[in-house]
């Protein structure tokens, strides 16, 4: 499901403090140490959604990734570390989707799927999506209130993400022979991301809504963001 391209990446901005990574391939292929990086973020996701970002031990993130904590102090120096290398994978991961925003019914279908999996306690299998884990962007969401580092970083990505769902909605519009109207676009911008966004938390507190209900909205939502 891929309801938002990525941001280009001239307007990236750093997300990592520079000292939290090993030195990662630039231009290449994924380096050995790209691997292992990522093999560490993987189990520390695993370990937030399981346990919560503050319950799980970075013994058991090591443990779980097959490795040493001397070793993983080697990518990343706390897990304040690893929570800024998950948003920035996931900016990495808008960044991959661009072009591949699903027409209106496909993009209904996906939320639909979305909020399912959601209502289920099942992480989506893509990472190309903002939301794969409701456990895990709550744990985000919810350590960016307690840390302003994360606070800022967090920020620093919600805005770059907007920033690209807005231009989605325009090139959409131009393809369409549209007049641009910014001040539209801002709201069904706006309205998307919230749709999205409280779709994933109303599958955690009322997962037995009937799947032609939420179809039924989501219809109407999608047309109105997409100004059909």
Known sequence: MHYHPP???AHRLPMTPPDSNAPRGQDGPPTRAD???QRILDAAQRCFIAHGFHAAPVSAIAAEAGISQGLMYRYFENKRAMILALIERQLDADQRSIGQAPASQDLVDGLLEGYQHWARGEALGSRDTAIASVALYAEITAEAQR???VATVL???DKLTTA???EWLRQHDVARGRAIDEAALEQRTLLLRVMVEGLAMRAVRDPDLPANVVRELLAHA???VLGD
């Open 7 to 9: 941001i280009p990446h």
């Open 222 to 224: 999608i047309s109105r």
């Open 155 to 157: 920020r620093r990505h």
């Open 164 to 166: 690209s769902v807005h």
């Open 35 to 37: 691997a292992q990086r």
């Open 147 to 149: 840390d302003p580092v």
